[in-house]
Structures are given as structure tokens and as C-alpha cells.
């Protein structure tokens, strides 16, 4: 579908933020073996190029499970599976070698392109692979033994960190060396989630043959908090359980978000990442703060915010009753059991119009992107609604909305039903926004 100019202008425009936010940011990638056979594979090395571009940190995990089913089929050679992992024989690791040696020169040369007329035209990416994971054998499991099939002891993020630091992209298989000089096949998804724990990472970014995960009405989960993952996990299987199961571990060892996203989707990389709505399923580590929907027993600790502010006027007062009646229509930030922010959304449905309203934060936590993500969930809050357009009323912080995409309208340009209700001794400016 192409898009106009005013299209792209706009995109970009959107996207800038996301970009000054990923600067310097570390991302472990996971490129499943089906990942690396899609028709569309070469237009996710030109995303990544471009991430690299944006001084995104690049660690590329890559799977081989469809290549290497074939090379044993090719053989004849008999594979069993346990648990949705392979029994590797020392007759199947040599297919397993086969295989990721393979993928591994030839992501080496997609990443090494330069051609003039295409994307990755000047890239000069700088790839580097070695033995960064060390692994050890799964052992026997359930009686069974699986053999030269492994597991991560250790990834040397340190050696990793520095190759980053000095502007390399660096390449990780599904192969792991033990200190025994053994080598072992490993689950894609376990050397993903470890190096991006071990790195500390801002994202774990896992690609699947779906756009993202469903739940059991095949309704696609744009977003996911760690106990409602958990509760979908018992009810799905094969690979968007493993990319769940990963997505969960990544979370619990300190990846603030993990990403999945489907290789069919053309441009999902970069959707997911430069876009509000994304184009797959993210799930965020749960923390001790939380932007969450208020209920009644938060009336005390909104009064309590805002009650400075509307003592020096920057806030209409508001008395508990009104809170009490209204409070359906506010939004939290609780921290460890604090109330440290609030905003209201009221909707005008007749004029596709919502007024954001009460909009505050704590003084000891202002230095932050608190309001503004208080904002984002008004806005998508309001788009859920089919509302088109936010406005806001302040005395004392026009500026803050300006830089946000307000533009200041007329009193006379609200909702009627507002409109009966504006203070003329106030005198508030109005700001509007186009969702």
C-alpha cells in the first residue's frame, strides 16, 4: 500500500520520540529457524540495518528447527522430541551443525550488503559471532535422555557488552560449548532470554510465524502484564507457548518488556517499536508502580495529590463526593501503595470529543515521563472510544500540552455541553488534539 507524503511526514514525526528513547538502547533480537525461511526475511535484515542506523545496541539470536528437520529427513536419520525439545543425538548434532553454519554465513552476508538503490546502501554493519554461550547437557528428564540437547550455564555478557560498546552487531546461534569442548543444541528461545537478562537489556524482541499471541477467542493481545501471561500460558501450545514462556522468563529476570511479533507481517520490527498501537504482543514486567484504572478506595490519595493544586489554583477544587461519583473516569499511578498520579478522561460522545481533565503529579516525582504516560493512556484510552479529539482546560501549564500536540482553540469551539459549564472568572486557555 503506498502511502501519500503527508502520510510519511506524519509517521515520522510520531516516530521521533520512540527514536530518542531507543538510542543506545540494548535489544536482543530471536530470529526462529522459520523466521529465517520466510520470503520476507531480507526485509527484516533491512529493519534491523536500520535499527543499527538509530545507534540501537543489536544482539541477533537465530533458531534452525525447520532446517534442521529437513537435513535429518535428508539423511534418514530418525529425531525424537520430548516436551516440544529435540533428542540430539551425536548423528543429529552434526545436521544441527550443518544447519546453523549455514544460516550464520548467510545472515553474515545479508548483513554485509551495500548495494546502491537499496536499503541497506552505506550501512556498514560490522557482525560479529563466537563462543559467547556456554552450555552444559540437559541431562536425563522424565527417564528420557537427551543427549547432546543443552542448556545455558553462562553467556559472557561482559565480552558481549564491550562488542556492543564498539559498534558491533553481534550474531548468537542455538549452539552452546560446554568446558569440556562438547558442543550442544540449544532451545532458541533459553539463549534469547538469558543473553538479554545477562546483558540487562531494554527488550527482548522474539519473531513468530503469528502477528502475535491470542487468547482462546483467537483475539490478538496487543498487551500483557506477567500474571495475565501466565494465566494464557496453561492454554496454548507449541510455539506460542515457547515465545510466551520466553517472553515470561525475559520479564522475571529484568527485562522490563518483551516483545512478540509475526515474520509474515511486513515492516512488524518496526511497528512495533515506532508506533503506539505496535503490531504484535508486549509484555511488561509488573513492578511496584503501575499506571492503573482508579477505584474507590483511591479517593483519599487523589484528594490528597491534588489538593496543593487546588489550593494555588491550578486545579478546579473538587470535593469528595464529586471524586467519589466521578471516579470511573480517572486514571492512577500507584507507587508501592502511593497515589503519585492522576488524570480524568470525560467523554463527549455526541461531538467524538473527551476532555482531559485533573491532571497531576506528585512534586517529588515530576522529573520523570509520568505525565506523559499518563497522557498515552488517555489517548488510547479515548481511541478505544471512538473519540477523535482531546481537549484540556488549564490556567498554569499551556506549554506542557503545546509540546505535546495541542493547539489552542476558542472557548466557543467546546462541546456545548462544556461550554455551559466554562468559568469566565478562570479564564482557562483551551488546547485540543487530534487523535
Known amino acids: 500500500m503506498k502511502i501519500s507524503s503527508a502520510e510519511y511526514v506524519n509517521f515520522f514525526r510520531h516516530s521521533s520520540p520512540y527514536i ?8 536482543v533480537i530471536q530470529l526462529g529457524g522459520a523466521t529465517l525461511a520466510d520470503e520476507g526475511f531480507d526485509n527484516i535484515i533491512h529493519d534491523i540495518a536500520l535499527l543499527n542506523s538509530l545507534g540501537v545496541r543489536l544482539v541477533l539470536v537465530f533458531g534452525a528447527r525447520p532446517q534442521i528437520e529437513q537435513r535429518v529427513n535428508e539423511r534418514g536419520i530418525h529425531c525424537e522430541f520430548h516436551d516440544d525439545l529435540r533428542l540430539t543425538s551425536k ?32 550501512a556498514r554493519i560490522r557482525v560479529v559471532s563466537g563462543n559467547f554461550v556456554t552450555a552444559k547437557p540437559l541431562g536425563v528428564v522424565d527417564g ?44 532458541v528461545e533459553q539463549v534469547a532470554t538469558a543473553t538479554a537478562a545477562a546483558l540487562k537489556a531494554e527488550k527482548l524482541i522474539l519473531y513468530g510465524s503469528s502477528d502475535g499471541i491470542c487468547n482462546t477467542s483467537n483475539e490478538l493481545q496487543r498487551q500483557m502484564r506477567i500474571h495475565q501471561a501466565r494465566t494464557l500460558l496453561h492454554d496454548i501450545e507449541g510455539e506460542p507457548r ?72 491550578v486545579l478546579v477544587r473538587r470535593s469528595r463526593k464529586q471524586l467519589e461519583r466521578e471516579i470511573d473516569l480517572f486514571t492512577v499511578v500507584e507507587r508501592d501503595g502511593m497515589i503519585i498520579g492522576c488524570a480524568s478522561l470525560h467523554p463527549f460522545t455526541d461531538a467524538r470529543r473527551a476532555e482531559l481533565a485533573c491532571v497531576a503529579i506528585h512534586p517529588d516525582y515530576r522529573k520523570s515521563n509520568r505525565g506523559d504516560l499518563l497522557l498515552e493512556n488517555a489517548e488510547e484510552f479515548a481511541r478505544g472510544k471512538g473519540i477523535e479529539h482531546l481537549f484540556v482546560l488549564t490556567t498554569r501549564t499551556a506549554h506542557w500540552f503545546i509540546e505535546r500536540g495541542f493547539r489552542e482553540i476558542h472557548v466557543e469551539q467546546l462541546p456545548e455541553a462544556k461550554k455551559e459549564l466554562y468559568n469566565l472568572q478562570r479564564n482557562s486557555k483551551v488546547f485540543e488534539k487530534q487523535l
Open 20 to 27: 530518542n528513547t531507543h538510542r543506545g538502547s540494548t535489544f
Open 242 to 313: 515457547r515465545l510466551l514462556r520466553a517472553a515470561l522468563d525475559a520479564c522475571a529476570s529484568g527485562v522490563s518488556r518483551s516483545h512478540i511479533i509475526g515474520h509474515g507481517t511486513d515492516g512488524a520490527l518496526l511497528q512495533e517499536l515506532f508506533t503506539r498501537d505496535g503490531a504484535g504482543t508486549l509484555v511488561a514486567k509488573e513492578g511496584y508502580e503501575e499506571i492503573r484504572q482508579a477505584n474507590i478506595e483511591d479517593v483519599v490519595g487523589i484528594l490528597e495529590l491534588i489538593q496543593p493544586l487546588e489550593e494555588q489554583g
Open 144 to 187: 528420557i535422555d537427551f543427549q547432546q540437547t543443552g542448556e545455558v550455564r553462562r553467556v559472557d555478557h561482559e565480552a558481549i557488552s564491550q562488542l556492543l560498546d564498539d559498534g558491533y552487531v553481534v550474531l548468537l546461534s542455538c549452539l552452546g560449548s560446554s568446558p569440556t569442548g562438547e558442543v550442544f543444541n540449544l532451545p
Open 91 to 122: 548423528e543429529v548434532l552434526d545436521s544441527v551443525k550443518d544447519a546453523v553454519g549455514s544460516l550464520r554465513i548467510r545472515i553474515e552476508a545479508l548483513l554485509s550488503m551495500g548495494l546502491a538503490n537499496s536499503p541497506m546502501h552505506g
